[in-house]
């Protein structure tokens, strides 16, 4: 697999009927290796042990239901009341972000009011604050830790 832009983190791989599968710690289970979730895992271990957020505030791939169709997002940090800290949108290594890509995490927040977002390919990572009051969001360095 690429090597990505995150610290890197010990990860545990498994082989079976030709198919790779890495040891997810929030899901606790082993899940197919695509690009994407190779992404989806360095996140939720830069979220874990650079931002200290600890694996009980974390939630994955949960369907959510926006003007009648169901989606999926990637990462939810959830802060100590259950309000949404972050919400995280996981590309593949190849695909581009693009204004389509915050269009996609913006719906996303119009039903889960999270005061952050990130975008992130895995090379290159985007964070915005929403800032509800003036219905826009502002773009930061970096998120800051939980």
């Known amino acids: 697999m690429q090597t990505l832009n995150f610290p890197k983190f010990n990860y545990r791989f498994k082989s079976t009927e030709n198919k790779v599968s890495i040891f997810d710690v929030i899901r606790k289970k082993f899940v197919v290796l695509q690009p994407e979730e190779w992404v989806r895992q360095h996140c939720v271990h830069y979220l874990m042990n650079e931002k200290t957020v600890p694996k009980s505030l974390i939630n994955l791939e949960k369907e959510l239901i926006i003007n009648g169709l169901k ?11 259950g309000s ?10 190849d695909i581009t972000i693009d204004q389509k890509t915050f269009d996609q995490i913006a719906r996303y927040n119009l ?32 998120i800051p830790s939980l």
């Open 84 to 93: 949404i800290h972050l919400i995280v949108e996981c590309k593949a290594p």
């Open 111 to 142: 039903v889960l009011d999270s005061t952050y977002l990130m975008v992130t390919n895995g090379i290159n990572h985007y964070y915005c604050q929403m800032d509800y009051s003036a219905k826009q969001y502002k773009f930061l360095e970096d």
């Open 71 to 81: 989606k999926r997002y990637d990462i939810i940090v959830y802060n100590n009341d």
